[in-house]
């Protein structure tokens, strides 16, 4: 207790404090533009903390990170542009809600959610560091394997249209993501002599070519202009019902697991657990139809699990020294120039800088919530920009986007045909969903394969014996066949009873 009121009062420092809302602030606005995500900014900014304090800098980069996954849903939710991968699942309802003229509602829901999920998830890490790191510590490559691929197919299964249309995506973003070197050999594969290709392709002018250039080539094609009318001068509270909250309790729960679990699992992170929790609370909804067309139980999903991501991404790097995803990885970088070893010692030679790290996270939670609340009046406003404006700063946005995270124009060319292979998924009806989790979850899919079935002489065997794989490998065959399976069942039923 005397290490965190130690902690508290370094950052409660009117110069520290001033750091972090400037950070929080920066975190948000870079969150909320495509392409120039939170991680980016703490990158960018990751030189500037040489020279500073080891709780300032850390403060200010903890403050970005935090703000940058939650102000990833406004252009998610008022463009249909996610500003980072974190955020893909909240365009499915989010902009649906928004077109509805429900931008208010969707994004009261989602800053709520997000302040829920970072701040108990923060709590957690906290609490429970040293004892979920040791349980992580017992899964293997079989179990990364196979939860990676329930993941897959539990997303194909959920998928507007048929199953065969899910895994037919899914199945493309799996080859697409083999294209480059393989992992542990280093084969370059599909490359065919392309130097640019050596490293596969990049996620960011792929996400912005689906979402944004595709978006507003199809906008313009189904004459689709109108400025939908959102009423924000009558807003009461967050905008959302104590009922709609009720209602969406469970919900929230059960995606808070899943975002916490999946963040503290290393090498995953908030661009699965999103996914994962949207498809969880679609199959669990009394109203699964409504999904996908502006329902607000999609937003509180996807947006408590990539919050609680936070939180579980911090506690296999305090505790183990090991990144939960990217932007952790930069983060325990940070830590050792400014000469901190993330491990286990680091609660008994470091606490301080363990519960700033901590206490940083949860103030810069609740400046989320206090500027996303009042800025909620006013982001709505970027849709009353007439579209002949709005749709070319989108453009130049986008494709300084794919330049700032390459320095290379060759992602121009990316970014230009993932937009015409988005224009031509949604004439064959194969569901974007699955693609990109399966191109996202790839090469964490066939790393872990092929050690598992290195690791032993009995091959694939592991996968299926060992009791949490094999669970999860009957999950994701079960999620396949249950859409067959179900009707079947029902007629039998009725058949039965009829007789």
């Not at 179990?143 to 048929?162: D, N």
């Not at 999946?262 to 609370?281: D, K, R, T």
């Not at 500027?371 to 007439?386: C, D, E, S, T």
Request: proline fraction near 6%; aromatic fraction near 10%.
């Amino acid at each position: 207790m005397q290490d965190i009121l130690a902690s508290f009062g370094t950052l409660l420092a009117p110069m520290t404090l001033l750091v972090i809302i400037l950070s929080t602030a920066l975190g948000i606005v870079l969150g909320a533009i495509p392409g120039l995500s939170g991680g980016l900014g703490v990158a960018l900014l990751l030189p500037i903390t040489f020279g500073m304090p080891p709780e300032v800098g850390l403060a200010m980069l903890v403050s970005i990170w935090v703000g940058g996954v939650s102000g990833a849903m406004i252009g998610s939710i008022l463009l249909g542009i996610p500003g980072s991968p974190s955020a893909i699942a909240t365009c499915f309802d989010g902009y649906p809600m928004t077109r509805n003229g429900q931008a208010v509602k969707a994004l009261g829901a989602a800053i709520t959610a997000s302040f829920i999920g970072t701040f108990l998830s923060i709590l957690i890490a906290m609490a429970a560091s040293p004892l979920m790191a040791r349980l992580a510590l017992k899964m293997g490559p079989w179990e990364y394997f196979s939860l990676g691929f329930c993941a897959i197919s539990l997303v194909a299964a959920l998928s507007r249209g048929s199953v065969f249309h899910g895994l037919a995506a899914a199945a493309l973003g799996l080859i697409l993501a083999s294209v480059g070197f393989a992992p542990i050999d280093g084969y370059p594969r599909f490359t065919f002599g392309n130097i640019y290709l050596n490293g596969g392709f990049d996620l960011i002018p792929l996400m912005l070519g689906f979402f944004a250039l595709k978006q507003i080539v199809q906008d313009y094609a189904r004459g689709q202009q109108q400025v939908p009318e959102v009423d924000a001068s009558d807003i009461k509270g967050f905008g959302v019902t104590w009922k709609e909250y009720r209602d969406n309790t469970w919900n929230m729960i059960r995606s808070f697991m899943i975002g916490l679990w999946i963040g503290f699992l290393p090498g995953m992170g908030a661009a699965l657990s999103n996914m994962v929790a949207y498809a969880q609370a679609k199959s669990a909804s009394r109203h699964p139809e409504k999904f996908g067309k502006g329902c607000v139980d999609g937003v509180f999903a996807s947006e408590t699990s990539n919050n609680a991501s936070v939180g579980g991404s911090l506690i296999p790097m305090v505790a183990l020294g090991i990144p939960g995803d990217g932007v952790t990885a930069i983060l325990l970088g940070g830590l050792m120039i400014h000469g901190v070893q993330a491990g286990p010692l680091l609660f008994n030679n470091n606490p301080e800088i363990v519960y700033a790290l901590f206490l940083t996270a949860l103030i810069a939670a609740v400046l989320v919530l206090v500027m996303q609340f009042w800025g909620m009046r006013l982001f709505p406003a970027i849709l009353k920009i007439p579209y002949h404006y709005l749709y070319p700063a989108i453009v130049v946005l986008g494709f300084m986007g794919v330049f700032v995270g390459s320095s290379t124009a060759f992602n121009y060319v990316l970014l230009l045909g993932f937009a015409g292979l988005g224009l031509a998924m949604d004439k064959l009806r194969l569901p974007i969903g699955p693609f990109i989790l399966a191109f996202i979850l790839a090469p964490m899919l066939e790393l872990n394969l092929r050690r598992g079935m290195t690791y032993t002489d009995d091959g694939i065997l592991p996968f299926f014996t060992r009791p949490i794989s094999g669970l999860l490998l009957f999950a994701a065959v079960l999620s396949i066949v249950s859409p067959f399976l179900m009707p079947w069942l029902r007629s039998l039923r009725r058949a039965r009873q009829g007789g």
